[in-house]
């Protein structure tokens, strides 16, 4: 093969690899330029709030809000945020709202949005679990579960938890042992364990 047959081929390589690279950026720039508004700054929400930046999280998840009031990712960001700090009136406060707008609004053709609103009922039940609500913390384990149990799924450690060696963050496995207790005389109910119950996991959908 001559000389210029190698350049032309090299050519047409280098050309082929290019113009792959460049629909790949092209095709992740208009993925990120038609995502809806206050997509991005949920995730950074989301970020933020592991890293336990709480303030920067907090102010991520109104810039959402700002941007499309009633971004169901930016609310439960938010209240995640609450819980974290446990300020927990907030944190029902926003779980509520959240709850009523997605049963008024969620269709059957909306798999995240029905995670999100499972996953809003079982933090919702965190927070009643944590301050001693039991029986209405089981109640909205339940209608979590009965919304979409995948979602809340968590680790199997249901043998874990009745042992009370580690807490777990299966709302299943927590509302068994609720409801278990709550047939047991008062004086001999075991409902909550400090240092277990600090362990309890906050839950989210796959994808906020």
Known sequence: MSASANI??????YMAILTFVMFTVWALIRSFMNRPPGDY????C?????????DKAL???NTALEKTPDHRGAIM???LVFISQ???EEANKELNYLIKFLEKNLTVDDPTGKGTLAAAYANRGIIKDRNKNYEEALQDYVKALGIDGEAVAGPGLGTIILNYKFKSSSVKE???YLNEQLQLPENERVLSIKELD????MHKPGKL
């Open 8 to 13: 032309i081929k090299r050519f047409i390589i």
């Open 41 to 44: 700054e949920t995730e950074v």
């Open 46 to 54: 989301d970020m933020r709030l592991k890293d336990k930046l709480y």
């Open 59 to 61: 102010q991520a998840a």
């Open 77 to 79: 960001c938010k209240a």
């Open 86 to 88: 446990k300020m927990y």
């Open 174 to 176: 927590r509302a068994l």
């Open 198 to 201: 600090d362990g309890q996991v």
